[in-house]
């Protein structure tokens, strides 16, 4: 399918085939037949990408102070190479886009394939096919054209805004900045029965909302007298100047007393606290198209929330323009400027950015009902047979994949041949910039590709067991991020495969036990004999809406991170592990699963013992992890795998390094060697082993009890 795509290093706009998006249970895979270009905050994307770095430094002084941080905490060298890859990898554009649905998720009431459809969001892009979660999809009314619903979006944005200003039958209002959202807010409240005075600097954008009775009063901004000030019920500041103070400025000298301020559009905040005083203004911001934006739980998982409770949601507002444009409250025929088939988008974007051009809305169009093929699913396969071969494909290719999997495969010989993404647009994006040999395709085809040896899985947590279970099935060696499940239910059914006679080799990415320093701590203390182990991370806090933080997409701090530890103490101590205890710090409203700040402690069937301490407080500047190994006379401690230090009968010995290797290397040279057939697959146990640790010390925060393991050696020692 083609997409729109823009690469931020140089604003360059390129129209791509990209492989179908993936469909999740909640949402909906649609065909578009029209996209509409926002003026406003495309044109403000394409600006930025097309400025010099110190350029985009100056606009965009919030992602400057994110880099400086990054450099503080993570080193120069790592952040200069994160900005280069997040500067040429591809990002797509739009967000406003009507068609017809062509598949539904298992989840999915209230849609079904043929159905017409408006939907907003990230995944609203301009592309031939797109998935949007469900609640970001609305059926369109017969009497709206598709052109007319590729709106619904910003009309979403105009209402929620409206709704905010609690504007009457009657009261006045003034609309500061005439584009695209202006226009439409400016409409909506005259259907409701307002006053409307719109302000802008042009004075063509007054007379489109002139001509379409949506005002009845308009300046331009030079003309605002002093007649108009404090005389508005409410302001409605959507204009789109992120660099200047004026909009809300003047908002403030046009408000009447105890008045209302509502900022939809970007523009800065600099307030004046006298004038706002003075008048007892109210100042409010509307989030986008209303109650459910950024809310996990609605957007991407289709979670309503109960109408008595929450009148308007943003899918509500979508549908709420839909009617008014329905029932001709509002028109918006006479917005559209120009019109682009997707062949041609590239001189939609230059067109946008060229100052001199009038523009308001872009429509893209799409292919027509007599071109469009269906999509068809990619059929199942029988089950395959490992052959071993220097090819590998590639599912997810996010940060970590590009910093480590993706080089580290090239630098040990293998073929990158395939790679996919959910979105498609990503992964042409890493086939582009590593130079994969036959590029992007969707994850099925790609698992369903005979001539790939291995498959090397680095998706989010949520996605890991499905994966790693097709991926065997179909005969490839598979290298998976840690970790390897969420549950126990999954580990239990990735066992049953890993037992058959035909399995695939599986590695579990568990670098840790890969690394230079901690091999020669381990051969130093010994190999056997009770030990005493601990391991303090001092990892630092997550935002509460990281997307590690949720118990179904990341599986929380403790699985999805504290499973590298588990694996670590397994690994050091070498007897299998009899039991688990553990406790935690928890915050306000934070789940179990998602503590940050915990205590695990491990008792293991030779006598050993295990601690982990894991934790979000204490200062940055402290090394991030500590091990330290206590077995028969001697002891080791290694120091954030850059200084080990070892002590026996005589004097201390030490090692450095002069990178922090924490294993990475090793283990992707050895599923290299593995996946060519050159070494024998590693005995998957241990990876079943530490798994059932971190499953063990989860059960153990919920029980508040020490949980036992049942160990079966004859799986250890096969």
């Known amino acids: 399918m083609k997409q729109i795509a823009q690469r931020m290093r140089d604003g360059q706009m390129q129209v791509l085939d990209v492989p179908l998006p993936e469909l999740g249970d909640s949402e909906i895979l649609v065909r578009s037949e029209a996209?509409?270009?926002?003026?406003?905050?495309?044109?403000?994307?394409?600006?930025?990408?097309?400025?010099?770095?110190?350029?985009?430094?100056?606009?965009?002084?919030?992602?400057?102070?994110?880099?400086?941080?990054?450099?503080?905490?993570?080193?120069?060298r790592e952040t200069v190479q994160a900005v280069r890859r997040q500067l040429d990898e591809l990002a797509p554009l739009g967000y406003c886009v009507a068609g017809r649905v062509e598949r539904v998720g298992a989840l999915v009431r209230d849609l079904n394939p043929g159905d017409r459809v408006a939907c907003g969001g990230e995944g609203a892009g301009?592309?031939?096919?797109?998935?949007?979660?469900?609640?970001?999809?609305?059926r369109v009314p017969d009497e709206v054209s598709i052109e007319a619903a590729a709106f619904t979006t910003l009309g979403a944005i105009a209402l929620h805004g409206f709704r905010q200003a609690e504007l009457r039958l009657g009261e006045s209002v003034a609309v500061v900045g005439m584009g695209l959202v202006g226009q439409l807010s400016a409409r909506i409240a005259r259907a409701a029965g307002c006053e409307v005075l719109g302000i802008d600097l042009d004075s063509w954008r007054l007379d489109v909302g002139e001509a379409a009775g949506a005002l009845n009063r308009s300046r331009k901004r030079a003309e605002v007298t002093d007649d108009l000030h404090g005389m508005w019920d409410a302001v409605l500041v959507t204009a789109a100047a992120p660099s200047s103070n004026d909009p809300v400025s003047l908002a403030t000298e046009l408000a009447r007393d105890r008045g209302r301020i509502v900022v939809v559009?970007?523009?800065?905040?600099?307030?004046?606290?006298?004038?706002?005083?003075?008048?007892?203004?109210?100042?409010?911001?509307?989030?986008?198209?209303?109650?459910?934006?950024y809310d996990r739980e609605y957007e991407a998982r289709g979670l309503d929330y109960p109408l008595p409770y929450v009148r308007w949601t943003e899918r509500r507002n979508m549908a709420a323009f839909l009617t008014m444009l329905a029932r001709q409250e509002v028109s918006v025929d006479d917005l559209i400027t120009h019109t682009f088939s997707i062949d041609h988008a590239?001189?939609?974007?230059?067109?946008?950015?060229?100052?001199?051009?009038?523009?308001?809305?872009?429509?893209?169009?799409?292919?027509?009902?007599?071109?469009?093929?269906?999509?068809?699913?990619?059929?199942?396969?029988?089950?395959?047979?490992?052959?071993?071969?220097?090819?590998?494909?590639?599912i997810g290719a996010g940060s970590f994949a590009q910093r480590q999997l993706i080089p580290?495969?090239?630098?040990?010989?293998?073929?990158?041949?395939?790679?996919?993404?959910?979105?498609?647009?990503?992964?042409?994006?890493?086939?582009?910039?590593?130079?994969?040999?036959?590029?992007?395709?969707?994850?099925?085809?790609?698992?369903?590709d005979d001539t790939l040896a291995g498959v090397i899985i680095a998706t989010r947590h949520d996605r890991h067991s499905d994966l790693v279970l097709e991926a065997l099935r179909a005969g490839k060696a598979v290298f998976v991020e840690k970790p390897l499940c969420l549950n126990e239910s999954e580990l239990a059914e990735i066992e049953a495969e890993l037992h058959l006679s035909d399995a695939p080799p599986l590695m579990v990415g568990f670098n840790r036990r890969?690394?230079?320093?901690?091999?020669?701590?381990?051969?130093?203390?010994?190999?056997?004999?009770?030990?005493?182990?601990?391991?303090?991370?001092?990892?630092?806090?997550?935002?509460?809406?990281?997307?590690?933080?949720?118990?179904?997409?990341?599986?929380?701090?403790?699985?999805?991170?504290?499973?590298?530890?588990?694996?670590?103490?397994?690994?050091?101590?070498?007897?299998?592990?009899?039991?688990?205890?553990a406790q935690a710090h928890a915050r306000?409203?934070?789940?179990?699963?998602?503590?940050?700040?915990?205590?695990?402690?491990?008792?293991?069937?030779?006598?050993?013992?295990?601690?982990?301490?894991?934790?979000?407080?204490?200062?940055?500047?402290?090394?991030?992890?500590?091990?330290?190994?206590?077995?028969?006379?001697?002891?080791?401690?290694?120091?954030?795998?850059?200084?080990?230090?070892?002590?026996?009968?005589?004097?201390?010995?030490?090692?450095?390094?002069r990178n922090r290797d924490k294993g990475h290397s090793a283990q992707i040279e050895r599923f290299a060697q593995i996946v060519r057939g050159?070494?024998?697959?590693?005995?998957?146990?241990?990876?079943?082993?530490?798994?059932?640790?971190?499953?063990?010390?989860?059960?153990?925060?919920?029980?508040?009890?020490?949980q036992l393991l049942e160990h079966d050696i004859s799986k250890e020692e096969s």
């Open 35 to 76: 996209s509409l270009v926002s003026a406003g905050t495309e044109r403000a994307k394409v600006t930025v990408a097309r400025d010099s770095l110190i350029g985009k430094a100056r606009r965009r002084p919030d992602q400057a102070r994110k880099v400086i941080e990054k450099a503080r905490r993570d080193g120069v």
């Open 126 to 138: 301009h592309a031939e096919m797109i998935v949007v979660p469900t609640n970001l999809g609305v």
């Open 265 to 293: 559009g970007d523009v800065k905040l600099e307030l004046d606290r006298s004038r706002l005083y003075e008048r007892e203004l109210e100042l409010r911001l509307a989030r986008s198209y209303g109650p459910g934006r």
């Open 346 to 394: 590239e001189d939609a974007f230059d067109l946008l950015a060229s100052p001199e051009e009038r523009s308001l809305a872009l429509i893209i169009s799409y292919a027509s009902e007599s071109d469009k093929a269906p999509v068809a699913p990619v059929s199942a396969r029988n089950r395959g047979r490992f052959i071993p071969g220097p090819s590998v494909g590639i």
């Open 408 to 448: 580290l495969s090239l630098k040990f010989g293998l073929t990158l041949d395939l790679v996919a993404t959910s979105s498609g647009l990503s992964a042409v994006s890493t086939a582009q910039r590593f130079k994969f040999d036959r590029g992007a395709c969707t994850v099925p085809e790609l698992i369903a």
């Open 514 to 581: 890969w690394a230079p320093l901690k091999i020669a701590l381990k051969n130093f203390v010994g190999a056997q004999g009770p030990s005493q182990v601990l391991i303090r991370v001092s990892a630092g806090p997550l935002a509460d809406d990281h997307w590690l933080n949720d118990p179904v997409e990341g599986g929380g701090r403790l699985v999805g991170e504290g499973c590298h530890f588990f694996d670590l103490l397994v690994d050091i101590v070498g007897a299998p592990p009899v039991a688990v205890s």
């Open 588 to 657: 306000a409203n934070e789940p179990v699963q998602c503590v940050q700040d915990f205590t695990a402690s491990v008792r293991f069937a030779d006598g050993s013992l295990g601690t982990l301490v894991y934790s979000s407080m204490g200062s940055s500047r402290l090394g991030k992890e500590l091990l330290e190994v206590h077995r028969g006379t001697r002891s080791a401690r290694l120091d954030d795998f850059t200084s080990l230090t070892m002590w026996g009968n005589g004097r201390s010995v030490s090692e450095r390094s």
């Open 678 to 706: 050159e070494l024998e697959p590693p005995n998957p146990a241990s990876y079943i082993t530490s798994m059932r640790v971190t499953f063990a010390a989860l059960r153990a925060l919920q029980s508040g009890r020490e």
